[in-house]
Nanobody
Framework: VQLVESGGGLVQPGGSLRLSCAASGFTFSSYGMSWYRQAPGKERELVAAIRSAGGNTNYATSVKGRFTISRDNAKDTVLLQMNSLKPEDTAVYYC?????????????????WGKGALVTVSS
């Protein structure tokens, strides 16, 4: 099983980035997917989550209206479009997968984790 994040990097405040997570080794369409982030010195926090069929999403208050999570079950990929980025969005962003929605949005007992992608928002 693999979850491989890509698309991170350095961006100026107000800019945009799109993170991608490519999944393999499990039945992607049967799993809910989420993005978490962890900033230096802070605990990991949920950014966004999407159900297996893609019809239901959940966002952290801090990113609502700026970030959009989506998935392509034909390509086994989940995306995170990040707009109007702020310095406080700087963090390592992790992709996660689980068939249990509670686990997926709480971060407890999540089945699969990616290794993370660094996003730095700075001028």
């Amino acid at each position: 099983v693999q979850l491989v994040e890509s698309g991170g990097g350095l961006v100026q405040p107000g800019g945009s980035l799109r993170l991608s997570c490519a999944a393999s080794g499990f039945t992607f369409s049967s799993y809910g997917m989420s993005w978490y982030r962890q900033a230096p010195g802070k605990e990991r926090e949920l950014v966004a989550a999407i159900r297996s069929a893609g019809g239901n999403t959940n966002y952290a208050t801090s990113v609502k209206g700026r970030f959009t999570i989506s998935r392509d079950n034909a390509k086994d990929t989940v995306l995170l479009q990040m707009n109007s980025l702020k310095p406080e969005d700087t963090a390592v962003y992790y992709c996660a997968a689980d068939q249990n929605w509670y686990a997926l949005v709480s971060g407890t007992g999540v089945t699969y984790w990616g290794k993370g992608a660094l996003v730095t928002v700075s001028s």
